[in-house]
């Protein structure tokens, strides 16, 4: 096979892909073939040393995230058949994706409500010491000496109680908005490829996009603090 | 070798060969050691996730009338050098429990 033979049957198997990253591609092969060929290797060799064609897009599908390979690799078949997939499977998945996301929905709204009981509990006890600090300054009013110290120290302490039950309440609703990022770095997964496949939840899109894939390199914390997992794979591997 | 542990090592290889000069596919391929028999089909995909983590810089240059990709790894790179090396203990230890076991 020569070099443009190569480079033209990479191309077309790679056709599902943007444009550039088909380019890139051929570009990156190309300088191979070349570089082979100056170290005294003929145009013949130094393609077969490089693979088949196959193999190579093979390797460049696979480093994308599951859910825009599976697309490619279908679309490369035949696009009529995705969309004959998509269209006749969709009573199934449709549904299904719906009550998953039902389910999901409401299992999130449940944990914001429980963070919402425990501002409602926070500003019951700031309205009770507030009733209690006004029934203390009617006791002055009225000048009932007992009256007013004991409604003064349970407004006091109730005051202290809302402070204490809102410092709660305030950390845990940034714990749950922490957890939301988390959760939707996980939920869009499949279409932004991690590190170590899922090995460790890393928001980390990677290079090859195609243009369904939405676009998650938000988390940028996580990704770093993440990051010195990268090489564990000698450990994990044995680990796991 | 095992998938996991060989994407490892490979990522470690490549950064290892592109830590001191800049280089090229070819020589990366060439530089990286036989045992963990690295060709281009693995390299590229390698390389692109590298310079998107930021790992390695990339610069085109003209080599014999045509371009060539060159690359050299950044800080980042060295700090993931660095947390590689950084295992080391662990593996060993792993590999003295796993060797113990046998006998």
């Given at each position: 096979m020569t070099r443009e033979e190569f480079l033209e049957r990479l191309g077309d198997l790679l056709a599902c892909l943007p444009a550039e990253q088909i380019e890139e591609s051929k570009a990156f092969y190309a300088e191979a073939i070349a570089d082979r060929m100056e170290d005294g290797m003929s145009e013949e060799e130094a393609v077969a040393a490089i693979g088949s064609p196959g193999a190579v897009a093979e390797a460049i599908l696979n480093d994308l995230p599951a859910v825009p390979r599976v697309i490619a690799k279908t679309r490369r078949r035949s696009n009529v058949l995705l969309w004959i997939l998509a269209i006749v499977g969709s009573p199934l998945w449709f549904v299904l994706a719906l009550a998953f996301a039902a389910v999901a929905f409401t299992v999130y709204l449940c944990i914001w409500i429980l963070a919402l009981c425990v501002w409602i509990i926070a500003a019951a006890l700031g309205a009770s010491g507030i009733v209690a600090l006004a029934l203390a300054t009617c006791g002055i009013a009225i000048g009932n000496v007992p009256y007013v110290l004991a409604m003064a120290g349970a407004g006091l302490g109730l005051m202290g109680g809302t402070l204490f039950v809102g410092a709660g309440a305030w950390a845990v609703t940034k714990q749950i908005a922490r957890l939301s990022a988390l959760w939707v770095n996980k939920a869009l997964s499949p279409f932004s490829k991690h590190r170590g496949d899922g090995e460790t939840g890393r928001p980390n899109g990677r290079a090859g996009r195609l243009p369904v894939n939405p676009s998650v390199d938000g988390g940028g914390d996580a990704e770093r603090t993440a990051?010195?997992?990268?090489?564990s794979a000698a450990a994990t591997a044995a680990l796991n | 070798m095992e998938a996991q542990m060989k994407r490892g090592f490979l990522e470690a290889c490549v950064l290892a060969a592109v830590s001191g000069e800049e280089s090229y596919g070819y020589r990366i391929v060439k530089d990286v050691?036989?045992?963990?028999?690295?060709t281009e089909s693995t390299l590229y995909p390698l390389l692109k996730r590298l310079e998107k983590a930021g790992c390695i810089a990339v610069r085109s240059a003209e080599h014999n009338g045509r371009l060539r990709k060159y690359y050299r790894i950044t800080d980042t790179g060295r700090e993931r050098i660095n947390e590689f090396l950084a295992e080391w203990p662990s593996v060993q230890e792993i590999y003295r429990y796993v060797e113990g076991a046998r006998s």
């Open positions: 990051g010195g997992e990268h090489f | 050691p036989a045992c963990m028999g690295l």
